[in-house]
């Protein structure tokens, strides 16, 4: 059973930082593009980051470009999200999602996953 657990989250005043950590279980981690995405209040999915299975390749949302580093340990079957000069508008909560395709795939505004985290909070305030 894959499993994708998802920590990190809490609440940061603007411009802090906080790193986000998925740990997956139940596949075989390295053969996976990895990604994360959130979804604000009222809002949609949106993609944030993703990452090739061999970490050689990454992605990122124009809104969060320069201020968030994703990058993975296979070794550890985790992924990271590194994220620094937080806005109140990157208030959400963010998933993790393994996918056998590639990490480009994920930017695609239909896109769905193979497997999806339950999700971390992550609150900005003003």
């Known amino acids: 059973q894959v499993q994708l657990v998802e920590s990190g989250g809490g609440l940061v005043q603007a411009g802090g930082s906080l790193r986000l950590s998925c740990e997956a279980s139940?596949?075989?981690?390295?053969?996976?593009?990895m990604g994360w995405f959130r979804q604000g209040a009222g809002k949609e999915r949106e993609f944030v980051a993703s990452?090739?299975?061999?970490?050689?390749?990454?992605y990122y949302a124009d809104p969060v470009k320069g201020r968030f580093t994703i990058s993975r340990d296979n070794a550890k079957n985790t992924v990271l999200l590194q994220m620094s000069s937080l806005k109140p508008e990157d208030t959400a909560v963010y998933y993790c999602?393994?996918?056998?395709?590639?990490?480009?795939?994920?930017?695609?505004?239909?896109?769905?996953?193979?497997?999806w985290g339950k999700g971390t909070l992550v609150t900005v305030s003003s």
């Open positions: 139940g596949l075989i981690f390295s053969n996976y593009a």
């Open positions: 999602v393994a996918d056998i395709g590639t990490a480009r795939a994920m930017i695609a505004s239909d896109y769905y996953g193979d497997y």
């Open positions: 990452i090739s299975y061999g970490g050689g390749g990454t």
